[in-house]
């Protein structure tokens, strides 16, 4: 099985201009979630899509926006680019597991969008 | 708000030794902890996992332990090699969303 896929992978920017990321996700995941990691920050979440809504959504201004499709593809978009935008953008799959442990989502990442703004 | 942190940001280890990563959480509410893996250039990868109604889980070649009394979880590598040098993350889940710390990294020395 194909694991996740992100493009473009490495980005360059300037600041105002806008930016759109795209994300498959394994076959039959139907969840995704968008993650933007800098060194000082670590991880912090975006949002999440599930069968072309989003379900949550993280801290991020109103510039981070994304969507989803009927084949779960996604794309996130930021507009008018910061320098602070400069960050590694990951996407996550996800589909519900259950076991003896009971049930719970495994993310699988993707190698990620490496964004510079400059 | 969510706070997920880690002891030691760098840790260095001889190859063989065993490896001890630490990672403390602040929301009591978390009810599932993940352990990831991130090689320069690469996503985070998925090691291993613990549902708060345990407090020790093993896979290969790891242990993660949570205590919850303390808000605590440690990953331990046991005989580390040089192919397990990376950055290691822990994460927590509170209601639907997944919160992470900023990593530690870890340097095996040959």
């Known amino acids: 099985k194909a694991g996740v896929t992100q493009t473009p992978r490495y980005l360059i920017k300037t600041r105002g201009q806008q930016v759109t990321l795209s994300c498959s996700p394994i076959?039959?995941?139907?969840?995704v979630s968008w993650y933007q990691q800098t060194p000082g920050q670590g991880l912090q979440f975006l949002f999440e899509?599930?069968?072309?809504?989003?379900?949550n959504k993280g801290n991020f201004p109103g510039r981070f926006s994304g969507r989803q499709f009927s084949n779960s593809r996604s794309e996130m978009n930021v507009s008018t680019l910061e320098l602070g935008d400069s960050a590694l953008y990951l996407c996550?799959?996800?589909?519900?597991?259950?076991?003896?442990?009971?049930?719970?989502?495994?993310?699988?990442f993707g190698p990620g969008t490496r964004l510079t703004v400059l | 708000g969510e706070s997920v942190g880690l002891h030691l940001p760098t840790l260095s280890v001889q190859e063989g030794d065993n490896s001890i990563i630490n990672c403390a959480y602040s929301?009591?509410?978390?009810?599932?902890f993940i352990w990831y893996k991130q090689e320069s250039g690469k996503g985070p990868q998925f090691i291993i996992d613990?549902?708060?109604?345990?407090d020790k889980r093993q896979g290969q070649r790891v242990t993660v332990l949570l205590n919850k009394t303390v808000k605590h979880l440690s990953l331990q590598i046991a005989a580390t090699q040089p192919g397990d040098s990376a950055v290691y993350f822990c994460?927590?889940?509170?209601?639907?969303?997944?919160?992470f710390g900023t990593g530690t990294s870890l340097t095996v020395i040959p």
């Open positions: 996550a799959s996800s589909a519900p597991v259950t076991s003896g442990r009971g049930s719970y989502n495994e993310q699988f």
């Open positions: 076959s039959g995941h139907r969840s």
């Open positions: 899509y599930f069968s072309e809504t989003q379900r």
């Open positions: 929301n009591s509410a978390s009810d599932y």
């Open positions: 613990i549902r708060s109604n345990m």
């Open positions: 994460a927590e889940r509170a209601g639907n969303q997944f919160y």
